[in-house]
């Protein structure tokens, strides 16, 4: 049928992207605005709908989008349509996203947590494809994850599983935004990368980070692969403990692939190989020696086309 | 149709029973006999498969059984029906056990993990009915586990899921068998429970548990309910390492149902609040609150009629 699109967005702290997406995956159109930082809910409410309805006139395509999936950083209640916990939007907790949404825009709206709507992307079209049982780990201001078992999405019973970023790798370690302590979002995303750094270099005059402030995550890439100390070891424990929250994964999961994506995921010649060392030495053998660890593929756009996918298969359901 | 019923076993390291089971899950017959200790695997292979022919025998329905599914205390491989590394069973190690048995009783014969069978079995009849989503936990000599994901069993690529006893809470804590330290089994199973108590006895005179030789966890439990400090400590502890790796699934996995059986399930009261209050403390809030912790109902009987279920699932879709 010709014409047949969906319209996909993704809402992150910093950015509101929207994308008109055909059924073949391909983003026909697309527009970025800021997002809103007022804190208040009816504007980013507002600015989505707005954004949706420019891409829809601008689209080109002509006729009406199927659907509208949208991809938030935030806990999501994928069968209700709400956003339960955002560090960035926290004005959208507890609202009902998809129904005040859907009710300016004129379309069903799906809402989808970042991760997992990145894990339906990988899975559709990225490096997950045709491969049943994947975990999607994203490394990036915090720890995100979704999960394909059996070939199909998993959202557990309210549609919040994949929160793999708040499983505990050290009892009573690092304070975290969750409230619990010791999540391996503190040591293995781009943040706490960052973090790391900032406190080995204090007590280590001879790094090159040391006395900068606002080291990035790049920066410790980029001190890392000239050799410098502080650099390694702060790669050396965030592999540790991404390997001991996969390793458990493994063991529980018993994926065929863990595929890795997010800003932080740029440094994977420096974890990759201690991390694998983490999982071989850490869970069963079986399930180590079948599980493999890839790269995203889809970069940024893993969201947008997991949300397109998202509402085209609820069109395909009604 | 009448006469149809399927074997169904449970092989563990002290005993292997087997019975009759019929559709609806009553059980006709059963046998039972000590596990051979002999550490050849033909002569598990002949045992099981002379009961198991002992109890069409005598289970008096008449005709064949459909098939037979068999738990065992082993990491499996369900789909090849092998068994893959066993502590108990380790002459059994890489054999293909389904085939073996198979040919010497003349049925299908499907191998499952006994922890995964107690979970089918607890879904089919138990505890878990009618829950999309639950995961089951057995506090035995070891920590098992099995997942209903979607309401089905979750088995994984290689039908090694539910390993949840491996899951990491304490990176450099205690030596765990698996090769992997820190293991909650090393602090939640029955085993730990004895062990703690018994490091702890040893500093600590004024214990009823200090001195006594080959503590067991019902002793550990009985010294906690008369107010023995280390017996107060020991399930404090289990307690909070049971939560912290509970806490994860339930961010993982977003379950409904928590169901918890095996041996030490007995010390419920001791456990049970501590291990909710570490997951309210720790898990994403809207998670905590869906999922629900329950004791097994089942008993040992869980993994035969899971074994059961298996073994009618299997025969309806040839």
């Given at each position: 049928?010709p014409?047949e699109?969906?319209?996909?967005g993704?809402v992150?702290?910093?950015?509101l992207?929207?994308?008109?997406?055909?059924?073949?995956g391909?983003?026909v159109?697309?527009e970025?605005?800021?997002t809103?930082?007022?804190?208040?809910a009816?504007?980013?409410?507002?600015?989505i709908?707005q954004?949706?309805s420019?891409c829809?006139?601008?689209?080109?395509i002509?006729g009406r989008p199927?659907?509208?999936?949208?991809?938030?950083?935030?806990l999501?209640n994928?069968r209700?349509?709400?956003s339960?916990?955002s560090?960035?939007?926290?004005?959208?907790?507890g609202?009902s996203v998809a129904?005040?949404i859907g009710?300016q825009v004129?379309l069903?709206?799906?809402?989808e947590n970042d991760?997992?709507?990145?894990a339906?992307?990988?899975?559709?079209l990225?490096?997950s494809?045709?491969?049943d049982?994947?975990i999607?780990?994203?490394?990036?201001?915090?720890?995100?994850g979704?999960?394909?078992?059996?070939?199909r999405?998993?959202?557990g019973?309210?549609?919040?599983?994949?929160?793999i970023?708040?499983?505990?790798v050290?009892?009573?370690?690092?304070?975290?935004g969750?409230g619990s302590?010791g999540?391996?979002e503190?040591?293995a995303?781009a943040?706490a990368?960052?973090r790391?750094?900032e406190?080995l270099?204090?007590k280590?005059?001879?790094s090159s980070?040391s006395?900068?402030?606002?080291?990035?995550?790049?920066?410790?890439?980029?001190?890392?692969k000239?050799?410098?100390?502080?650099?390694l070891?702060?790669?050396r424990?965030m592999?540790?403990?991404?390997?001991i929250?996969?390793?458990?994964?493994?063991?529980?999961?018993?994926?065929n692939?863990?595929?890795?994506?997010?800003g932080a995921?740029?440094?994977w010649d420096?974890f990759?190989d201690?991390?694998r060392?983490?999982i071989v030495?850490?869970?069963?053998g079986?399930?180590a020696k079948?599980?493999q660890l890839v790269?995203?593929s889809?970069g940024?756009?893993?969201g947008?086309?997991?949300?397109a996918?998202?509402?085209?298969?609820?069109?395909?359901?009604?």
């Open positions: 049928m014409n699109y969906v319209l996909a993704d992150g702290g910093t950015n992207r929207i994308a008109a997406v055909d059924s073949d391909t983003v159109h697309q970025s605005v800021p809103p930082q007022t804190r208040v009816s504007d980013v409410v507002a600015a709908s954004v949706a420019s829809i006139a601008n689209c080109g002509g199927l659907a509208f999936g949208l991809a938030m950083a935030t999501v994928s209700e349509g709400k339960l916990r560090p960035n939007l926290p004005e959208l907790n609202l129904d005040a009710k004129g069903k709206v799906l809402l991760a997992t709507a990145a339906i992307g990988e899975h559709w990225g490096s494809q045709k491969v049982n994947s999607f780990v994203t490394l990036g201001t915090g720890v995100g979704g999960l394909i078992l059996d070939g999405v998993f959202r019973a309210d549609g919040t599983a994949g929160e970023g708040h499983i505990c050290e009892p009573e370690g690092h304070q975290c969750c302590r999540c391996v503190q040591y995303s943040t990368i960052s790391i750094a406190e270099a204090q280590d005059q001879t980070l006395g900068v402030a606002g080291v990035s995550s790049k920066d410790v890439y980029d001190a890392a000239t050799g410098d100390g502080v650099g070891e702060t790669f424990i592999a540790r403990y991404l390997g929250a996969l390793a458990g994964l493994v063991d529980v999961l018993n994926p692939l863990i595929v890795i994506g997010g995921a740029g440094a420096l990759i201690p991390v060392e983490e030495e850490r869970a069963f079986p399930p079948t599980v790269r995203a889809l940024n756009s893993a947008i086309l997991g949300a996918r998202v509402a085209l298969d609820a069109e395909s359901h009604i």
